[in-house]
């Protein structure tokens, strides 16, 4: 069974950054991308950034220039690159694994963005 594990999140001033990691572990196999997802106040989950096995990205609109989505596959960790954040920016941030025939969810980490 795969885990995810995200980490990063916290408290930053606007214009400020922020780096986010998931850690996947356990039986990994046929992944078909990962990425990261969130969630704002009264929102509906949104996607962030994705990138696929074969290191294609694509970002939201809302955060390209400012967000980089990366992997190390030698660690199995999947980062998020945070600069210039906004106070839009404050929600839940969730790492995803898609892989063949299943996906993944990590459990989340705030990140808060202050004006």
């Known amino acids: 069974q795969v885990q995810l594990v995200e980490s990063g999140g916290g408290l930053v001033q606007a214009g400020g950054s922020l780096r986010l990691s998931c850690a996947a572990s356990?039986?990994?196999?046929?992944?078909?991308?990962m990425g990261w997802y969130r969630r704002a106040p009264g929102k509906q989950r949104e996607l962030v950034a994705v990138?696929?096995?074969?290191?294609?990205?694509n970002y939201a609109d809302s955060v390209k220039g400012r967000f980089t989505i990366s992997r190390d596959n030698a660690k199995n960790t999947l980062y998020l690159q945070m600069n210039s954040l906004k106070p839009e920016d404050t929600a839940v941030y969730y790492c995803?694994?898609?892989?063949?025939?299943?996906?993944?969810w990590g459990q989340g980490t705030q990140v808060t963005v202050s004006s």
């Open positions: 995803n694994l898609l892989g063949i025939g299943y996906t993944v």
């Open positions: 990138i696929t096995n074969g290191g294609s990205t």
């Open positions: 356990g039986s990994i196999s046929s992944i078909n991308a």
